[in-house]
Each structure stands twice: as structure tokens, then as C-alpha cells.
């Protein structure tokens, strides 16, 4: 079964500092993975997604993350952090296996906290 | 182009009550998921949906929870009796495709509370 697992469940860094969140992933088979962010009382939007080309990913708002299938990790990075990037931020994985359902299995999330 | 849309947005019942939880997928979209989220937790899978058919159902709880997508209107999550521990987030994504890797694109959510 897939799982994955975000390191830090709250994270706060300066305004136009790195923002880094860690994500990591169990699976037998290098999965699609995916960023989604979620701020207050609204639904989730996608930031960006790995399915099988380039390593590192961009997805917008400036955020990237590179996929490493040495350290089975996605982690989600943006150079300088703005005050409206506060929010909080899952990661997810479905199955790469052809025919079956691509339920999304999440994380726990990340709360990001910006401050000037 | 209307994105997902999910309806109520707040809903409260008492225990016992019933609750019924709306979704319409986006335009062209056929392939519905539903998800929970518990507070201070990530979302949880419940169901896959695809028009007249439930393709996955592996995160339903195995009483009281059902969901259909009719060949014509929204879907429904529907819970009967509920229970102080059903109080969450649901959340309702549509998607293209049902193969992975497609982007599923989530509604607002339906917060349900119960009395």
C-alpha cells in the first residue's frame, strides 16, 4: 500500500526566505506525485505534479520540487516566501499501475506560517 | 467555467439525522471522488464514482455511508444516522480521466456538523 509522510506539521519562515517541505513516499512502484495547497475554509489547488518526465517539477505561484527516487522523496521548495503563501500544503501520491483507480493518498499536511 | 461545485457549504444535523452531501463535477468531467477530512488531518479517500457505477469504494465506512452518480444530476454522499464522529470536511474532485496522473480538481467542501 502507498503512504506518505510529511515531515513538520508546522513550518514558519521569514517573508523572502527558503521555503522547504519535506515529503516523503512508500511505494513498490515510483508513484505520480502531487503538491496541493489549501487555504482557510476553501478546497484544494493543485501546485504542481511528477508523473514521469522531468525530475524537477514547476508548478506556479514559483514553487518547484524535485523528485529523488534514491531518497523515495518530493520535496516542495519556493526561493523567497511571500506573505500569501501561508497555508497549508499536502503532498500526495496515486498509483502508477494501469486500469486502477487513481484515488489520491495524502499526507497529513504542512501549515505554513509567514512572518515578516 | 464553472469549476466543482459542491453544495451545502455548512450543514448541521442532529444525531440520528440524515445527511446529504451534493457534488457536480466540472464540465466534461466524469470521474468523481469523494474525500473526508477530519480536523488536524489530512483527506482520507472514501469513494470513485464514475457515471452509474461505483468503481472504488474501499474508504467507505461499511454502514450508514453511500454514493451514487446518477446519469443525470450531482452526485450524493449520503449519511444515515449520523454521528458526533462524522463531523468533518467532505470534499468532492473531478477528473478527465480515472487513470493516474490526471489532475483532480477539488470543490469547496461540504462542512458537516453534527449536534
Known amino acids: 500500500a502507498q503512504s506518505v509522510t510529511q515531515l513538520g506539521s508546522h513550518v514558519s519562515v521569514s517573508e523572502g526566505a527558503l521555503v522547504l517541505l519535506r515529503c516523503n513516499y512508500s511505494s513498490s512502484v515510483p508513484p505520480y506525485l502531487f503538491w496541493y495547497v489549501q487555504y482557510p475554509n476553501q478546497g484544494l489547488q493543485l501546485l504542481l505534479k511528477y508523473t514521469s518526465a522531468a525530475t524537477l517539477v514547476k508548478g506556479i505561484n514559483g514553487f518547484e520540487a524535485e523528485f529523488k527516487k534514491s531518497e523515495t522523496s518530493f520535496h516542495l521548495t519556493k526561493p523567497s516566501a511571500h506573505m500569501s503563501d501561508a497555508a497549508e500544503y499536502f503532498c500526495?501520491?496515486?498509483?502508477?499501475?494501469?486500469?486502477?483507480?487513481?484515488?489520491?493518498?495524502f499526507g497529513t499536511g504542512t501549515r505554513l506560517q509567514v512572518t515578516l | 467555467n464553472a469549476g466543482v461545485m459542491q453544495n451545502p457549504r455548512h450543514l448541521v444535523r442532529r444525531r440520528g439525522q440524515e445527511a446529504r452531501l451534493r457534488c457536480s463535477p466540472m464540465k466534461g468531467h466524469s470521474h468523481v471522488y469523494w474525500y473526508r477530512q477530519l480536523p488536524e488531518e489530512g483527506l482520507k479517500f472514501m469513494v470513485y464514482?464514475?457515471?452509474?457505477?461505483?468503481?472504488?469504494e474501499s474508504g467507505m465506512p461499511k454502514e450508514r455511508f453511500s454514493a451514487e452518480f446518477p446519469k443525470e444530476g450531482p452526485s450524493i454522499l449520503r449519511i444515515q444516522q449520523v454521528v458526533r464522529g462524522d463531523s468533518a470536511a467532505y470534499f468532492c474532485a473531478s477528473s478527465s480521466s480515472g487513470s493516474g496522473g490526471y489532475e483532480q480538481y477539488f470543490g469547496p467542501g461540504t462542512r458537516l456538523t453534527v449536534t
Open positions: 464514482l464514475q457515471k452509474e457505477n461505483i468503481i472504488d
Open positions: 500526495a501520491v496515486s498509483d502508477r499501475v494501469a486500469g486502477t483507480a487513481s484515488k489520491l493518498t
